[in-house]
């Protein structure tokens, strides 16, 4: 709660719609008698919040692998062995830490961790926090094993745990991890993708309960009761449905997960039982268990399409859609789906013409009806160059790469902290802020400055400018307090500076993209997890020379006896060219 002058004077995080009600009620009474006292205790309030603000620790202290290995330590500590996860309830997928520990296990090879992050991805997708129905994630968990979500689904969930799932594809090359992917995608792509471009938000947890009426209900469009099923399905095969999928005839809901009474008698669909256990429990073979599930997941698809759907928020945030075109392409890579690198050229192409302004060369936040009004903040800046970044590697246009380029520096003249290191939060042209923050905390998201400080590193890595890899240690050791004390707290900054003490990969393929030879050298590359890796493309042509400018060593790639040719460097220093995909393998594999 703001006065006239926008100073707080009280805030709080949730509120019923009956609490909100009386809240107001007693904030405008308050107001009307004492708003004097009000004004001076917010007043009071603004200092404070400038004092925490402007006192944040800034220490320049060793960054050194020990900070990697306290954070595993950190993390596995909260590890749930019976439901798999971190932490208890509610319990979220927070993909920056499973994304730091793939990492992790990249760099030592320790199997515990692996399996840790796998054992995550899978109770998740065996969980109500999937739709077993219509694919993607819900935001969270209410308790502590997976059953029963908040059923808000993200745009930004969609696309951090795609990008994890194709990680855990990469390592262990097992297809649940890259269906996964399909489904995460093909949902967002089906769902939250707009007409005109551009990815929605979110939609709603709560939908009507009827059609026509204005009543609404948490999760009412997902759950179901055993009389839905049998109506749908029949009685027989609505049994050995329930039986997979967990179905209770006094609904799977425990009483505490279900606040406000709203989900008594409903199921959440979640995988019970295996296909082979629902096989051995009907006598049935596996090939008709199979099937019997797949169209019963079809037949209550299609009679849920037909329920109110929960409400669309259709606003196109940049940020958030950078996070989905590093997911679309980073999928066409690894699954070589044209369809969603066609996606994320898409996205982008909306997000340049409706969100970024020619002339100023700075982002808008958000587009709807009517178009942008909000300036960028941090975030779109740092999550839009991850996903140019992602995207040049997917499609190699360097068209991408140099938009990402001139988004930086924009980034550095808005936000830079010029004397502690990092980025402010919002440009310094807001007069609103009491204060500008600098926030270091990995959420549900990386926060921005752990974004900027890859981005600042992988940038480097394209255009060999040292004074972003200079920028990009000055944003790590601003944090470095954090990184010390508390790094499970920053997994996506620990992720940065897993990539900054680690040697860099240079991998340039000398070849035409759409050429059979040149596919078979990228396929090798984009099988494997090499997090700390650079993918570029000697196109012969404009591309190489453009190129050629950030990175000399480009300019003399060519093919070799006619063949598409890659050439694998460590700082820059390259093994001998080869044209054949299983050589480019075993360097690939050597020392990784």
Request: proline letters at 4%; aromatic letters at 10%; charged letters at 25%.
């Amino acid at each position: 709660m703001l006065t006239p002058d926008r100073k707080p004077f009280f805030g709080g995080t949730y509120f019923t719609p009956d609490q909100l009600k009386s809240l107001l009620e007693q904030v405008a009474s308050g107001w009307s008698k004492q708003s004097d006292s009000i004004t001076q205790t917010a007043g009071r309030a603004a200092q404070q919040l400038i004092r925490i603000v402007s006192e944040q620790s800034v220490s320049t202290g060793d960054l050194q692998p020990a900070i990697l290995e306290k954070a595993y330590a950190q993390i596995a500590a909260t590890y749930d062995v019976q439901n798999g996860g971190f932490g208890g309830a509610p319990k979220f997928p927070r993909p920056v830490t499973l994304c730091f520990l793939l990492r992790y296990y990249a760099r030592t090879g320790q199997r515990r961790v692996l399996e840790m992050v796998l054992n995550a991805l899978r109770a998740m997708e065996r969980g109500g926090i999937h739709d077993q129905l219509g694919g993607g994630f819900h935001r969270y968990s209410t308790g502590v094993t997976w059953l029963v979500p908040h059923f808000e689904k993200m745009l930004y969930d969609q696309a951090q745990l795609a990008i994890t799932f194709v990680e855990a594809y990469q390592i262990t090359h097992e297809q649940f991890y890259a269906d996964t992917t399909r489904n995460i995608l093909d949902f967002a792509m089906r769902e939250m993708q707009q007409p005109r471009g551009g990815f929605a938000s979110a939609e709603d947890a709560d939908s009507q309960l009827a059609l026509g009426k204005p009543d609404t209900g948490e999760g009412v469009f997902y759950v179901w009761t055993t009389n839905e099923i049998e109506g749908v399905l029949g009685k027989q095969d609505a049994e050995i449905f329930g039986y997979a999928y967990g179905v209770e005839p006094d609904g799977n809901v425990p009483a505490h997960q279900d606040v406000r009474g709203e989900l008594k008698g409903k199921n959440v669909l979640y995988e019970a039982h295996s296909t082979e256990e629902t096989t051995n429990r009907f006598g049935l073979a596996v090939e008709q268990t199979a099937q019997k599930l797949t169209a019963g997941r079809k037949a209550l698809f299609e009679a849920r399409s037909r329920r109110p759907h929960p409400p669309l928020d259709d606003k196109i945030v940049t940020a958030w859609n950078g996070l989905m075109i590093s997911a679309l392409a980073r999928a066409s890579q690894t699954l070589d789906e044209p369809r969603y690198m066609e996606s994320a050229q898409a996205t982008a192409k909306f997000l340049k013409a409706h969100l970024y302004d020619s002339k100023t060369g700075k982002l808008w936040r958000s587009y709807r009806a009517g178009g942008p009004t909000v300036d960028g903040f941090l975030d779109d800046y740092t999550d839009l160059i991850a996903g140019l970044l992602d995207l040049y590697q997917a499609d190699f246009d360097v068209h991408w790469l140099t938009w990402a380029v001139g988004l930086q520096e924009k980034q550095e003249k808005l936000f830079e902290d010029e004397k502690d290191g990092g980025y402010f939060d919002a440009g310094s042209a807001d007069s609103s802020l009491l204060s500008r923050t600098r926030e270091a905390y990995d959420g549900a998201e990386a926060a921005p400055n752990s974004t900027a400080a890859m981005n600042l590193l992988r940038l480097a890595e394209f255009t060999d400018r040292a004074e972003w890899r200079d920028k990009a240690q000055k944003t790590l050791s601003a944090f470095a307090a954090r990184l010390q004390s508390d790094p499970e707290a920053v997994p996506a900054l620990a992720s940065a500076l897993d990539f900054r003490l680690s040697p860099t990969k240079q991998i340039l393929i000398a070849g035409d993209s759409r050429s059979q030879d040149t596919r078979e050298l990228l396929r090798a590359v984009n099988a494997r997890f090499l997090p700390n890796k650079i993918l570029l493309l000697a196109d012969g042509g404009t591309g190489q020379q453009r190129l050629a400018r950030w990175l000399p060593f480009v300019a003399g790639a060519h093919r070799v006896g006619g063949r598409a040719t890659a050439y694998v460097c460590e700082n820059y220093i390259c093994k001998l060219p080869t044209a054949d995909p299983h050589m480019v393998a075993q360097l690939l594999d050597k020392n990784n």
